[in-house]
Nanobody, 124 residues
Framework: QVQLVESGGGLVQAGGSLRLSCAAS????????ITWFRQAPGKERLFVAT????????YYADSVKGRFTISRDNAKNTVYLQMNSLKPEDTAVYYC?????????????????WGQGTQVTVSS
């Protein structure tokens, strides 16, 4: 079992940057693929980026490719999402989710463990 806590959200102007963190409890963090999703008001939760448990593979949604970077530090039980060149359409609640030995699935129903979310608001 793993518990996840997101942080780092906030209000930023378009073109700015934020770094989100997903901190996990437990001794088995290195066994979990971690994925970021986001959900805008009134819309479904959508895949953003994923990093496999080994850290060897990353995958991004087309909408964030080239602007966002996902990374992990297994020694700190933390996954990061560096978000650059932010746009108003990036405004959403961002969630991290964990899948033990996962391959980086982009579907929300594949994930059993979720954080509480962190709000990101990008003003124009």
């Amino acid at each position: 079992q793993v518990q996840l806590v997101e942080s780092g959200g906030g209000l930023v102007q378009a073109g700015g940057s934020l770094r989100l963190s997903c901190a996990a409890s437990g001794r088995t963090f290195s066994q979990y693929t971690i994925t970021w999703f986001r959900q805008a008001p009134g819309k479904e939760r959508l895949f953003v980026a994923t990093i496999t448990y080994s850290g060897g593979n990353t995958y991004y949604a087309d909408s964030v490719k080239g602007r966002f970077t996902i990374s992990r530090d297994n020694a700190k039980n933390t996954v990061y999402l560096q978000m650059n060149s932010l746009k108003p359409e990036d405004t959403a609640v961002y969630y991290c989710a964990a899948d033990r030995y996962g391959l980086g699935n982009t579907r929300t129903d594949r994930y059993r463990y979720w954080g509480q979310g962190t709000q990101v608001t990008v003003s124009s």
